[in-house]
């Protein structure tokens, strides 16, 4: 289904990129835009605040929207060239504090990449909860089959389909979170010793996930745009590494999304190497543009890929209610996840079937994204006014990670101290890495509402950047 606004906000977008709507001009207001384009009212204002959010419109009180001046570029990070060694994950007890560090929400929270409670559709969950239980009576109260409820399956599929994603609900298997179907699918496709790829930095409870199945690391250079994929043919072909591990939408911490080409690439390197590929697009949902990016499995035309998400990171973290598609491994998962537990959560797994096919979470997903590219583009703003002379940072396209580079002799590390003697939370570049790089730099979070408290812990945390330099 088309979405006028989204429409005409491709439109404003494309006029203003061209320079026919130039820097400071006043748009026409929302009624004389909804005449002249035949539109209703509330299409032009939901145009009009996806433009804001996005970073093109700025709102001023009793004026109107303007076109707004783009950000001056800031310089990305830079990222080191690095051989791709056989490693050990052996930082765990840091990980784990900083973890630890983040669950206190009396801080400013700058840290941890999850939805604020504000942004979670709490009565619409509830009312799906209660008729969706309600319909399945006694049956809610038993055990789920253990791939996951029919009805669930059938829900996730018809939704993937609509973003243009072909994945049968015989297919997959519901999980207790990404985590889990991560999990499954390393115990699946690797055994105790060996070494999986993964791009660095990477999401460091991917670390801790590997460390504790007493499998190995390697790690692939990356900048904000990709990883290198010429390095990764290499450990294919060499049979370096048993499996890839990547996320290639908006990727937890750097916020890149591969192009088409990189995915096909990916796809093809694991059919033509036999290397499985199992993909965390735990984040796929979660772009700022009308169109949902495919993932690589849309081009794994032998099983090779496995593809796996969740929930949390777009709805609800505490649902814990994730998928894993398997491919050619299909049966092998199923048969693995016999032996780790019975079932997922049956009334969650309702509620959310409930919830999909009643049109109420594709109706988040398109308010999420908004907020979403809101809550980023003022995050990068700050940090662009703020920490202009001392740090170079990522402007993603999507999720809400954004990765900051420090000056050289600032230990990240030491900040991420101070701060949270200062009650602001935020992550040290090092737990992104089992090789100790990334010293100087931190991962911040636009998670949250943007708010002036977190603008001045912005502020804060340029000081003390400062300071230490």
Known sequence: MAFRYRELAEVLMQQIQSGYLLPGQRLPSIRAMSQQRALSITTVKRCYELLEAQGYLLCRAQTGFYVRERPVRQLEPEFPVFDHASQQVDNLVLIAEIQQSAMNEDRVQLGTVQLAPALIPVAALQRSLVRANRRAQARALAYSPSVGEPVLLQALSAHFQQDGISCAQQDMIVTNGCMEALSLAVSVVTEPGDTLALPSPCYSVQLQLLASMGRRVAEIPSTAKGFDLGRLEQLMASKAVSACLVSSSFQNPLGYCLSVADKQHIAELARRYQCPVIEDDVFGECGYARQRPLPIKSWSTEGWVIWC?????????????????????????????????????????????????????????????????????????????????????????????????????????????????????????????????????????????????????????????????
């Open 309 to 469: 998400g969740s929930v949390s990171k777009t709805l609800a973290p505490g649902y814990r209610i994730g998928w894993c598609a398997g491919g050619r491994f299909y049966l092998q998962l199923r048969q693995a996840l016999l032996a780790r537990r019975l079932a997922v959560n049956t009334p969650l797994q309702l509620a959310l079937a409930d919830f999909i096919l009643s049109g109420e979470y594709r109706r988040h997903l398109n308010q999420l994204r908004i907020q979403l590219a809101d809550q980023v583009n003022r995050l990068c703003d700050s940090l662009q006014q703020h920490m202009a002379e001392q740090g170079r940072f990522t402007r993603p396209d999507g999720g809400y990670a954004v990765w900051v580079q420090l000056p050289e002799n600032c230990d990240a590390v030491q900040l991420y101290q101070i701060m949270k003697a200062q009650g602001v939370n935020l992550v040290p570049g090092v737990v992104f890495s089992a090789r100790n790089f990334y010293a100087n730099a931190i991962r911040l979070s636009a998670g949250n509402p943007w708010s002036e408290e977190m603008d001045q812990a912005v502020a804060l945390i340029a000081n003390t950047v400062k300071a230490l330099s």
